[in-house]
């Protein structure tokens, strides 16, 4: 058990609805990573939060959109849902924001989009 | 497009035989990190390697890194079943915090 939980574990849905996706990460960590795992993408960086602000970001389309609340959970939101939407999202945490600090990963919220 | 290529896609083995994995990548790292992932679950952090090192030892894990090739390596000795999993590499960026592009993975199966 890595300390950050995610939830939903599974989520189906439709296509075009929307969906928010929740990440509590280790006690003391204050950096949040999401990322999105795919077959045919992979495991892609979608983006970072460090102390309630956005320090890294990656290939994340206009229709997601992430926050970290002042407690540090942080919630990824994603619309206008697509077939191709459908994948493992994880989210990760760790202490600090530097590319070498270990990254803590949860157990992921499988989404099925219908 | 993934930073990482990993080599090879699938390996399978017997229990007590050492395992290689590679992994070859595109620009300049600062670190680069091998993950373990257990089939559906989340990923788990093995170890790190800085851009100036060039070997690195945890356990029965070996990872080299050779940044003039720009490749890496993953040796895991004296393989157990619970070794199967799939194994990632992990490069970062300079000045983009804690951002990390993966690899497309090693599945490894280690029979008993």
């Known amino acids: 058990d890595s300390g950050v939980t995610q939830t939903p574990k599974h989520l189906i849905t439709a296509t075009g609805q929307r969906v928010t996706l929740r990440c509590s990460p280790r006690?003391?960590?204050?950096?949040v990573y999401w990322y999105q795992q795919s077959l045919d993408q992979g495991l892609q960086f979608l983006i970072q939060?460090?102390?309630?602000?956005?320090?890294a970001k990656g290939n994340i389309l206009e229709r997601f959109s992430a926050q970290q609340f002042p407690d540090l959970h942080s919630e990824l939101n994603l619309s206008s849902l697509e077939l191709g939407d459908s994948a493992l999202y994880f989210c990760?945490?760790?202490?600090?924001?530097?590319?070498?600090?270990?990254?803590?990963f949860g157990p992921g919220t499988r989404l099925t989009v219908l | 497009s993934q930073q990482g290529e990993e080599d090879p896609q699938a390996l399978s083995i017997q229990e007590g035989e050492n395992a290689t994995m590679n992994c070859s990548y595109k620009?300049?790292?600062?670190?680069l990190q091998w993950y373990r992932q257990n089939s559906g679950r989340g990923l788990v952090h093995l170890i790190l390697?800085?851009?100036?090192?060039r070997e690195k030892h945890s356990g029965r894990l070996r990872v080299t890194l050779d940044t003039s090739k720009k490749s890496s390596s993953l040796l895991i000795t004296a393989s157990r079943a619970a070794d199967t999993a799939s194994y990632f590499c992990?490069?970062?960026?300079?000045?983009?915090?804690?951002?990390?592009?993966f690899g497309q993975g090693t599945e490894l199966s280690v029979k008993p």
């Open positions: 990760a945490s760790s202490v600090g924001s530097r590319n070498s600090d270990t990254q803590y």
């Open positions: 006690s003391g960590d204050l950096s």
């Open positions: 939060y460090y102390n309630g602000e956005e320090r």
């Open positions: 620009t300049s790292i600062n670190n």
């Open positions: 390697i800085r851009s100036n090192e």
């Open positions: 992990a490069t970062d960026f300079y000045n983009q915090g804690g951002k990390l592009i």
